[in-house]
C-alpha cells in the first residue's frame, strides 16, 4: 500500500459544489470539531491544536461516540477486533496449558499481558480506522476526506490490516499464483464476511468460533453439478460435510511466516522474522470447528522465545498447540495443481493421491503437498511435539503409506 506524504493524510479536499466539511458529511459537521478532537476554534495554529488535542477521539469510543452509537460501542469494546481474543488465547495456551483459553489470559506473567496491551493491542483498530481514516498500521490518513463511511475500504481498511496473508491471497501477489476467483468477480470482502463485527465476541477463543462466519457452502452445494465426480467422492452426506475441506482442491499457495513481531523485528526483518510461501495439507484436530478430515495448514510466526524482548523468554507449554494451524487461504480458484487434470487422463487423483498406482514421479511431488513429522523435524526440530497431531504420518490410508 502507498505511503501518504504527511499533508496528504489531513487534508479535507472539496470536490465539486462543496464549500465545507459540512458538504462532505453534513452530520458529523453538526457535531463540530472541538466537540470531538478538543483544542480551540477558532484560533492560530499553535491554539487550535492544544492545550488537550484528540488525534484520534474514537481510541475512546465510550465518550466520543456514545451519545449517538452507544449499543454499538457498548458491544465493540469486547469485538474480536479491540480484544484481539484469538491472539489471547494463544499467549495463554503456550504459557498456563492447552486446556486454558483467553478467560484465563490474564493470569498470565505481567509481563505478557502488559506488553499485550502495549503493543499487540495497539495494533487493533479504532472505530476511526475503520470508519475514516486507514489504520495506524499503514500509518494513517483519511480515507475519503474525512468522511465517515458504513462501509469499511476494502483496499485502505480491511486488507491494510489484513494485507500480508489475506491481501496478498486475494490479489494474486504470489509469484505464480492468480487472484482469487471472488477478487476477479468484484466481490468486496463483507460480500461474504457478513457476520457481526461489533458483535461482544467475549464468548469466543478465536476468530474461527465466531457466530455466522461465512463458509463455501453457503453459496456452493454439491446440488449446483451433481455429475461433477470429484465432489461427490469427497463430499458424502449431502455435500455439507465431507473428508475435504474445499481449500486442499481450490487453494494455491499461500504466505507461511517465522516467528512472532513483537516490538517491531518484523518490519526490520530482525529475530528471525520470515514470509515465504508454501502449501501443506494437513488432519484436522477440531471436527466441531472446521469442515473436512483433511486441512490446509499454514505455519504462524511464533517460537519459544518470541516474546523475549518483552523480557519473557520461554513459553513452558510452547508444544500443546500446533504451531501449522488450521487456514483459511484467500486465493481460491477452479483450477489449481490440485485439480488440473491435463496431462493426467482426466483424474485429479493423480495429483494428490500417494497409492502406488501413481507413478513415483508424481507420488514424490504429491508428497510435498502433505504435512509430514519428518518435514516438521528437519526444518522445524523445535516444533516436533507441537506438531505430532496435526501430521498426516498415522493418519492416513494405509495404501498410502507404501
Not at 499553535?46 to 492545550?51: R, S, V
Not at 501443506?280 to 504462524?300: A, P
Amino acid at each position: 500500500m502507498s505511503q501518504l506524504e504527511p499533508w496528504e493524510k489531513v487534508l479535507i479536499k472539496m470536490s465539486g459544489n462543496q464549500k465545507a466539511f459540512s458538504d462532505i458529511d453534513p452530520v458529523h459537521a453538526a457535531i463540530g470539531c472541538v466537540n470531538c478532537h478538543g483544542g480551540t476554534e477558532p484560533a492560530k495554529f499553535e491554539d487550535a491544536h492544544g492545550p488537550v488535542f484528540f488525534r484520534d477521539p474514537t481510541t475512546t469510543p465510550e465518550e466520543f461516540c456514545t451519545p449517538c452509537h452507544e449499543d454499538l460501542v457498548n458491544s465493540n469494546m469486547n469485538s474480536m477486533h479491540t480484544k484481539a481474543w484469538g491472539e489471547q488465547t494463544a499467549i495463554a495456551q503456550r504459557q498456563l496449558g492447552g486446556d486454558k483459553n483467553h478467560n484465563d489470559f490474564d493470569y498470565c506473567p505481567a509481563e505478557l499481558t502488559d506488553n499485550f496491551d502495549k503493543e499487540c493491542a495497539s495494533c487493533h483498530t479504532t472505530c476511526g480506522q475503520c470508519h475514516v481514516s486507514r489504520p495506524n498500521s499503514v500509518e494513517g490518513g483519511f480515507v475519503n476526506s474525512h468522511k465517515f463511511s458504513k462501509k469499511p475500504s476494502q483496499e485502505n481498511n480491511c486488507m491494510a490490516c489484513h494485507g500480508s496473508r489475506i491481501g496478498t491471497d486475494y490479489r494474486g501477489e504470489l509469484e505464480g499464483n492468480k487472484a482469487d476467483v471472488h477478487q476477479l468477480r468484484g466481490m468486496h470482502c463483507i460480500d461474504c464476511h457478513t457476520e457481526d463485527f461489533h458483535e461482544d465476541a467475549s464468548y469466543a477463543e478465536s476468530r474461527y468460533h465466531i457466530n455466522d462466519l461465512p463458509e463455501c457452502v453457503d453459496c456452493h452445494t454439491k446440488e449446483e453439478n451433481p455429475s461433477n465426480t470429484w465432489h461427490t467422492m469427497h463430499w458424502p452426506d449431502g455435500g455439507v460435510i465431507g473428508e475435504l475441506s474445499c481449500y486442499v482442491c481450490h487453494s494455491q499457495p499461500y504466505n507461511n511466516c517465522n516467528n512472532c513481531h513483537t516490538k517491531g523485528e518484523w518490519k526490520e526483518g530482525l529475530h528471525d522474522y520470515s514470509e515465504y510461501p508454501g502449501f501443506r495439507i494437513g488432519y484436522n484436530i477440531d471436527l466441531s470447528l472446521h469442515e473436512g478430515k483433511w486441512v490446509v495448514v499454514r505455519h504462524i510466526p511464533i517460537s519459544r522465545d518470541s516474546y523475549e524482548p518483552w523480557g519473557h523468554s520461554d513459553l513452558p507449554f510452547y508444544d500443546d498447540r500446533p504451531t501449522w494451524e488450521y487456514t483459511s487461504p484467500h486465493n481460491i480458484i477452479r483450477w489449481t495443481a490440485q485439480t488440473d487434470t491435463s496431462g493426467t487422463e482426466g483424474s485429479c487423483y493423480q495429483n494428490c493421491h500417494l497409492s502406488s498406482s501413481v507413478p513415483d514421479s508424481i507420488r514424490l511431488i504429491n508428497s510435498q503437498r502433505f504435512l509430514w513429522q519428518s518435514f516438521i523435524d528437519s526444518s522445524f526440530q523445535d516444533e516436533s511435539n507441537a506438531n505430532s497431531t496435526v501430521t498426516v504420518d498415522d493418519k492416513l490410508p494405509t495404501s498410502w503409506q507404501e
